[in-house]
Nanobody, 117 residues
């Protein structure tokens, strides 16, 4: 059974930094991509950043230049380094994994990031 365990969320002042981690276990297939989404109450979940098997990356325009996604393939772990945080980055951040021939989709339980002004 695939499990995604996130860590690293918390409370930080505007301008500060946080690093999120997501470790995947129970993987028996090729990982096509891993990434991060975020959601605030009453809003749709939105893509923050993803990293593909070939290490190419995609970022939301709102985080470009501030966030960096990376992956440790040996550990099946994805990271999100978040710098210059803004109050509007406050959300629950969810780890996402897509893999296998059918691009099966998996989610972590979410970790709260709160940025105070």
């Amino acid at each position: 059974q695939v499990q995604l365990v996130e860590s690293g969320g918390g409370l930080v002042q505007a301008g500060g930094s946080l690093r999120l981690s997501c470790a995947a276990s129970g993987i028996s297939f090729s990982i096509n991509r891993m990434g991060w989404y975020r959601q605030v109450p009453g809003m749709q979940r939105e893509l923050v950043a993803v990293i593909f098997r070939g290490s190419s990356t995609t970022y939301a325009d709102s985080v470009k230049g501030r966030f960096t996604i990376s992956r440790d393939n040996a550990k099946n772990t994805v990271y999100l380094q978040m710098n210059s945080l803004k109050p509007e980055d406050t959300a629950v951040y969810y780890c996402n994994l897509m893999g296998g021939l059918t691009w099966s989709n998996y989610w972590g339980q979410g970790t709260q990031v709160t940025v105070s002004s």
